[in-house]
C-alpha cells in the first residue's frame, strides 16, 4: 500500500482541524490526540464496535475512548440509563440515594473496597489517593513508576515518557517532569523507580521506608504499551508496603472492571490498601473514584479536603450502575466473553507475525493488549526495555491499520468491547493480516 494513494480519504478532517485551530488551542483538547502518521480524525458518529469519520470513512474501533467505552458506542442499556436519569435530576449540591447504592456494587466487588468516595475523572482519583497516603501516614514521600501514568496534575506527571538517556542514582530514576509550567517544588517528594525491578523497591523501602507514605502503580502498565507485572512482583511489593507502614495504591483507571469486576486486584490476587477507578466504570461517562480500607478513606471525615461540583452526579451515577450490571453480574459473563474475543484477536495477530516473518510481541489480556516491535530474544518487562523498540515500524503498524479501517490505539495496543463480535475479530484480523504481510513485503 502506498501511503500517499490514502491520504486524500482524511480531507475533510483535515480542514476541520486547521479550522478549529483558529478557536481551540493546538485543536484538541487532549494533547494525545495529536500523535500519530495520519491527521487527527474528526468523527461523526459511532454505534457499536464501529466509528464513522467526517469523511464518511468506516472504522472498526479497538481504542474505544482510550478504553472506557467498554459497552462498545451508544449502547442501548447507557442510553436508557441516561434517561432515567433526567427523571431524577442531575446536580444538586446534595447527596442522592443512587451514591450509596453505587459505592455498596463496588464495595461487593472490589476485594481492597470498603468505603468509596466519587470524583469526575482518574486523574482527581489519583490526588485524592495520594492525599490519602499522606495524611494516613503522616509520611511525604511517594513512590512510582517509570513509564506509568497517573494523571496530568504537577504532583504527579513525572517520568510518564522520560528519555530512555535518563541519569540513575542508585536504584531510583531522576525524575523528568511532563510539561513545562511544573516546577521542581511540585514533585521534590517523589521516587521514580524501574517497573518491575524487585531489586530497586526493596532497596528503596529498606532505606527510606520510614519517610515513605506510598507506592502508587498501575498493577499492569497500560499508558506505553502493555506490559504485564513479571510473577511475585505484586505480591512482593505487597509485603514490603506492609512491612514498612507505607500503603499500596493500585491505578486501576485502565485495569478496573475490565481485567475483571473486581479489577486487575482481584485477577491476580494481591489487595492494595487503596485504589483508583475510571473509564470502564460508567461507559464513556465522566466518573471515577477511590476506594479502599476504612480506616484510610475514614480521614475524608477528619481533616483531608476533597470537593467537588459534579462529584457524584446524577447522570454519571445512573450510567456506572448500569454499566457495572451489563459487565459484571452473571459472574462477569460480560467480561468473560470480551476476553475471549480478544484472546481470538491476539491469537490471530501472533499466527499473521510468523507467517509473515516480522519479529513482534504481543502482551496483555484478551481485555486490552499490546503489540511491541522488539527482538524476538527481548521481553518488555519495563519502560526502559521500550528503548530497543522499533517505534518506526509500530508507528506505520498503526497508520496503515487506520487505512485499512481498523483502530488501534497510537501505541499499538487494542481495547475490547462487549460490542465486538466474531465476525468484528474475523474482519479485523484479516485487514491486520493485509497490513503486516504488506510491511514484510517493503522491509
Not at 316 to 333: D, E, F, I, P
Amino acid at each position: 500500500m502506498d501511503a500517499d494513494t490514502f491520504l486524500g480519504r482524511y480531507d475533510e478532517s483535515k480542514r476541520l482541524m486547521s479550522e478549529g485551530r483558529r478557536y481551540l488551542a493546538a485543536g484538541v483538547s487532549s494533547n494525545a490526540r495529536l500523535t500519530g502518521k495520519r491527521p487527527p480524525l474528526f468523527f461523526e458518529r459511532g454505534r457499536g464496535s464501529e466509528l464513522v469519520d467526517a469523511d464518511g470513512n468506516r472504522y472498526l474501533d479497538f481504542v474505544m475512548g482510550m478504553g472506557p467505552m467498554i459497552l462498545g458506542h451508544r449502547p442501548e442499556a447507557i442510553e436508557t440509563a441516561i434517561i432515567d436519569s433526567f427523571e431524577i435530576g442531575q446536580v444538586f449540591g446534595g447527596q442522592s440515594r443512587l451514591e450509596a447504592q453505587l459505592a455498596e456494587k463496588i464495595v461487593q466487588l472490589v476485594p481492597c473496597a470498603e468505603l468509596v468516595r466519587f470524583t469526575n475523572t482518574g486523574t482527581e482519583a489519583d490526588l485524592l489517593a495520594v492525599r490519602l497516603a499522606r495524611a494516613f501516614t503522616r509520611r511525604s514521600k511517594i513512590i512510582k513508576f517509570d513509564g506509568h501514568y497517573h494523571g496530568w496534575a504537577d504532583g504527579l506527571a513525572v517520568s510518564i515518557k522520560p528519555p530512555f538517556e535518563q541519569q540513575e542514582s542508585g536504584n531510583s530514576v531522576q525524575p523528568h517532569p511532563e510539561s513545562l509550567g511544573m516546577p521542581p517544588s511540585t514533585y521534590e517528594d517523589l521516587i521514580v523507580l524501574p517497573w518491575n525491578d524487585l531489586d530497586a523497591v526493596e532497596a528503596c523501602l529498606t532505606s527510606h521506608g520510614g519517610d515513605i507514605a506510598g507506592v502508587i502503580m498501575e498493577p499492569v502498565m497500560c499508558n506505553n504499551g502493555v506490559i504485564t507485572p513479571l510473577p511475585g512482583f505484586l505480591e512482593k511489593v505487597r509485603e514490603l508496603c506492609t512491612g514498612c507502614g507505607a500503603l499500596l495504591i493500585f491505578d486501576e483507571v485502565i485495569t478496573g472492571f475490565r481485567l475483571a469486576p473486581g479489577g486487575a486486584q482481584a485477577k491476580f490476587g494481591v489487595t492494595p490498601d487503596l485504589a483508583i477507578f475510571g473509564k470502564a466504570l460508567a461507559a464513556g461517562f465522566p466518573l471515577g473514584c477511590v476506594a479502599g480500607r476504612a480506616e484510610v478513606m475514614d480521614t475524608l471525615a477528619h481533616g483531608v479536603l476533597h470537593g467537588g461540583t459534579y462529584s457524584g452526579n446524577v447522570t454519571g451515577l445512573c450510567v456506572g450502575l448500569a454499566t457495572l450490571y451489563q459487565t459484571c453480574s452473571r459472574g462477569g459473563k460480560g467480561l468473560k466473553d470480551l476476553e475471549d474475543r480478544g484472546n481470538k484477536l491476539a491469537e490471530r495477530i501472533a499466527e499473521s507475525l510468523r507467517r509473515h516473518g516480522i519479529t513482534a510481541q504481543i502482551q496483555g489480556y484478551g481485555a486490552h493488549f499490546g503489540l511491541f516491535f522488539v527482538p524476538s530474544e527481548l521481553r518488555v518487562r519495563s519502560y526502559r526495555d521500550l528503548r530497543f523498540a522499533d517505534r518506526d515500524a509500530g508507528d506505520e503498524f498503526v497508520a496503515r491499520l487506520v487505512d485499512a479501517g481498523v483502530r488501534s490505539t497510537s501505541r499499538a495496543s487494542f481495547f475490547l468491547s462487549t460490542a465486538h463480535t466474531d465476525s468484528d475479530i474475523a474482519e479485523a484480523a484479516d485487514a491486520i493480516d493485509v497490513v503486516l504481510a504488506d510491511m514484510a513485503r517493503q522491509r
